[in-house]
């Protein structure tokens, strides 16, 4: 009888250990579950603020001030020109650099206002009062000219009057109409953060509970110990059970165990080494302090200024431009003027010095890589690679830019070909080899050698 019991307390120590490690590795999981969407923007992810300004439209369409019966297409198509060409200096509902655009069309006709935004200059010259008016009172800052048709001036006066009324997503900066993503991820990026909360809570009330229950064990153990030390009825059997001593001295002089953890050294250093040389060259994390203290996060994230704004080339040019400094002008001749950081820039243009900016992507020169190819022709967004970079108060290199990487995206990644003559016949060859399998990259040839290496 208390042979048996003395039997039983190991297993019952392995059963509750077990137990608590099924519990742990079901939480793991549910961690997991949560973490796959924090882990930030992967190869072929979508820019959720562009499904936001596809729905944006729909809203705004029939029901804003002045919107009237204005075409959802022609609303849609404003958005995205105002956003490219227009919130850098503008808001519908506030003062930025230039005024407030919220009855434009009421204080101006569209016929005076197409040469206008075309080329302000001209009218401004020409001696119109208004014109002229606008032009003192705003500092005598000259607004750009744009190669604009009337069609798509007309769409971003569609766009501004739906958009009437409207409170302002932020209060620091323009609005752009992207409110409702913003706040659609704050609120999933809390519900998400909620969660993991309550995992990492459960977590450690396990721990506690395991170490007191291990604790509670181990006195039971020593008091039935005393116990039966004291009874007279013991045979040989349980007297040995019950004076067993495990010897740590034998273990340690084991060979299999010396050779098991001999062997386990030599595969975590061999391992170590293999992964040393292969990081070798790869500068993901780099971050590096910049001449000017730029935020992204403030510009990109808060103010939603378009990123080919500043990088003027990223959409038809092989390599995205870093800004010069006329551009930043554009907006800082006017505001943040007595700001220690922006001072450096006049500085920069006292003494016709190009800006120091240190570059943090870099990929080698055997590796040819075409910006417009991927931002214009794939339509990828600028996140897909450089990460959620309208979150970044410093920038840093969010991804790896390997060539596994590369090729790993390239076999991902799905081709747009909806009505696109050039890949009607390689769809109909790739669907009759590969029936159900998706048209990637890959299948049109992204993974040759001599797509990028030549």
């Not at 080339?313 to 220690?340: D, F, L, R, W």
């Not at 120091?356 to 992507?361: A, C, D, G, K, N």
């Not at 920038?395 to 830019?401: E, F, G, H, I």
């Not at 016949?425 to 797509?451: I, R, W």
Request: hydrophobic share 40%; glycine share 10%.
């Amino acid at each position: 009888m208390n042979s048996i019991r003395l039997r039983s307390l190991p297993h019952l120590l392995l059963a509750l250990f077990l137990t608590f490690a099924g519990a742990q590795q079901a939480a793991a999981q549910q961690t997991g579950a949560a973490d796959v969407k924090k882990e930030g923007v992967v190869p072929g992810a979508t820019d959720g603020a562009t499904a936001a300004t596809a729905a944006a439209p729909d809203a705004g369409g029939s029901g804003g001030n002045g919107g009237g019966g204005a075409d959802a297409a022609a609303i849609s198509a404003g958005d995205a020109l105002f956003k490219n060409n227009c919130a850098q200096c503008h808001a519908v509902n506030e003062v930025v650099v230039g005024p407030a655009l919220a009855g434009i069309t009421k204080r101006r006709t569209v016929s005076w206002l197409i040469p206008w935004i075309k080329n302000s200059s001209k009218v401004v010259a020409s001696g119109d009062e208004y014109a002229v008016a606008i032009y003192n009172k705003y500092n005598k800052q000259q607004m750009p000219s744009f190669a604009l048709s009337d069609q798509e001036i007309t769409s971003i006066l569609a766009w501004v009057n739906a958009e009437e009324g409207k409170a302002t997503a932020t209060s620091g900066g323009p609005t752009v109409g992207n409110a409702a993503t913003a706040d659609g991820q704050a609120d999933g990026g809390g519900a998400e953060a909620g969660a993991g909360k309550y995992v990492d809570i459960l977590l450690i009330v396990l721990v506690v509970v395991l170490i007191v229950l291990v604790v509670t064990l181990v006195i039971i153990g020593n008091l039935m110990k005393d116990v039966l030390r004291g009874r007279k009825d013991l045979d040989g059997r349980d007297v040995e059970i019950l004076e067993q001593r495990f010897d740590w001295g034998k273990m340690y002089r084991s060979p299999l165990l010396r050779g098991i953890v001999g062997a386990v050294f030599a595969i975590v250093l061999v391992y170590a080494g293999v992964q040393s040389v292969m990081a070798v060259g790869l500068t993901q994390g780099y971050q590096p302090t910049q001449p000017i203290a730029f935020s992204h996060k403030l510009h990109a994230g808060e103010h939603q200024i378009n990123c080919a704004y500043c990088h003027t080339s990223v959409y038809k040019s092989k390599s995205a431009n870093i800004p010069s400094a006329n551009i930043c002008m554009n907006c800082h001749s006017q505001i943040k003027t007595e700001s220690p950081e922006i001072k450096k820039i006049y500085r920069a243009i006292e003494r016709k010095q190009p800006i120091q900016w240190v570059r943090i992507h870099n990929l080698p020169d055997l590796a040819y890589f075409n910006h417009s190819q991927h931002t214009q022709v794939a339509g990828l967004q600028c996140q897909t690679c450089h990460g959620p970079i309208q979150n970044m108060e410093v920038v840093y290199q969010y991804s790896a830019l390997t060539m596994g990487w590369c090729i790993n995206c390239h076999r991902e990644m799905p081709v747009n070909a909806k009505d696109n003559k050039y890949y009607d016949n390689l769809v109909k060859l790739h669907d009759t080899k590969n029936a159900g399998a998706p048209f990637t990259v890959s299948s049109n040839g992204g993974t040759e050698c001599s797509k990028c290496h030549y």
